[in-house]
Nanobody
Framework: QVQLVESGGGLVQTGGSLRLSCAAS????????ISWYRQVLGKQRELVAG???????NYADSVKGRFAVSRDNAKNTVYLQMNSLQPEDTALYYC????????????WGPGTQVTVSS
């Protein structure tokens, strides 16, 4: 089992930056990848970026060149560096762990709010 906690959200002006953190605890050795998702009220949750256990990363087209995902294995933490933020980036940001042990499971954090003012 894994627990995830996001932090680093807040209010920022257009063009500003934020760094989100996703801290994992529990059986972290069984995590095969961590992804960042975001959701606006009334809309579907969408994938923003992810990083696998081998270090490979992927990004949504809307954030390529502006966001960067990285990890610190010693701290069991994945980061999402968000630059050149736009009002359309406003959302509740979640991290999700892909967990593999006797089958596949997903674990989600409670989310952190990012608000970009115009």
């Amino acid at each position: 089992q894994v627990q995830l906690v996001e932090s680093g959200g807040g209010l920022v002006q257009t063009g500003g930056s934020l760094r989100l953190s996703c801290a994992a605890s529990g059986s972290t050795a069984n995590i095969k990848g961590i992804s960042w998702y975001r959701q606006v009220l009334g809309k579907q949750r969408e994938l923003v970026a992810g990083i696998n256990s081998d270090g490979t990363t992927n990004y949504a087209d809307s954030v390529k060149g502006r966001f960067a995902v990285s990890r610190d294995n010693a701290k069991n933490t994945v980061y999402l560096q968000m630059n050149s933020l736009q009002p359309e980036d406003t959302a509740l940001y979640y991290c999700k762990a892909d967990y593999l042990e006797w089958g596949y499971r997903e674990y989600w954090g409670p989310g952190t709010q990012v608000t970009v003012s115009s």
